[in-house]
C-alpha cells in the first residue's frame, strides 16, 4: 500500500511583511541621508564662497598699497586728502590699478553698480577710515551683488569687511 503525503494548502506570509516593512525603513533612511548631505553641500558652497571674499579683500589691499607705491612717484596722486574723504566709500576698476572717483553709496540697493572682479559676481569697495601724511586706514568691502550682504544665511553671505593701514 502506498502511503499518501498530506499536502497542505495554507501559505505563511509571515516574512513577507517584515521585507516590506524593512524596505520602508531603509527608504526612510536614505531620505534623511540625502537631506543632511544637501545640506552639507549646501553649506560648502557657502563656505567656497566666504573663502573667496576673503582672499578677495586680501587681494584688494595688496593692490591698494600698490596704488599707494606708485603714488609717490606720479605727479597726480590718487590718494591724497582733497579726492579721498574720510568716511567715503570708493571703487577700485577691474584692474585693481586705479581709485575710481566720485565715491560711491555702499547700500543694498546699489550694489550692482560697483565694478565686478573680472569673470566673477564679486565687488569690492573700500571706505576711508583715516587718511594723514603718512598712512591711510581703509576698510575694504567685498561681497557678491546678486546677494543683499547683510546676514550669512541659506539664502544670503554677508559682505566681507577687512581693515588694512596703507602706507603712502
Known amino acids: 500500500m502506498m502511503k499518501r503525503k498530506k499536502v497542505s494548502k495554507k501559505y505563511e506570509g509571515m516574512g513577507f511583511a517584515e521585507a516590506l516593512i524593512a524596505l520602508m525603513i531603509a527608504g526612510m533612511v536614505g531620505i534623511v541621508l540625502m537631506r543632511i548631505s544637501s545640506a552639507t553641500l549646501r553649506e560648502l558652497a557657502q563656505l567656497d564662497m566666504q573663502d573667496s571674499l576673503a582672499q ?42 586705479e581709485i575710481m572717483l566720485p565715491p560711491v553709496t555702499y547700500s543694498a540697493s546699489g550694489r550692482d553698480s560697483f565694478t565686478l572682479i573680472p569673470n566673477t559676481d564679486y565687488f569690492r569697495i573700500f571706505r576711508v577710515v583715516s587718511i594723514d601724511e603718512g598712512k591711510a586706514i581703509l576698510e575694504i568691502i567685498t561681497g557678491v551683488t546678486s546677494m543683499a550682504g547683510v546676514n550669512t544665511s541659506s539664502t544670503d553671505i554677508k559682505d566681507y569687511k577687512y581693515l588694512v593701514t596703507i602706507v603712502r
Not at 81 to 86: Q, S
Open 56 to 97: 578677495y579683500a586680501v587681494s584688494a589691499s595688496v593692490n591698494l598699497q600698490k596704488i599707494a607705491i606708485a603714488d609717490m612717484e606720479r605727479d597726480e596722486k590718487q590718494f591724497n586728502e582733497t579726492d579721498i574723504i574720510e568716511g567715503s566709500y570708493y571703487d577700485i576698476n577691474e584692474e585693481g590699478t
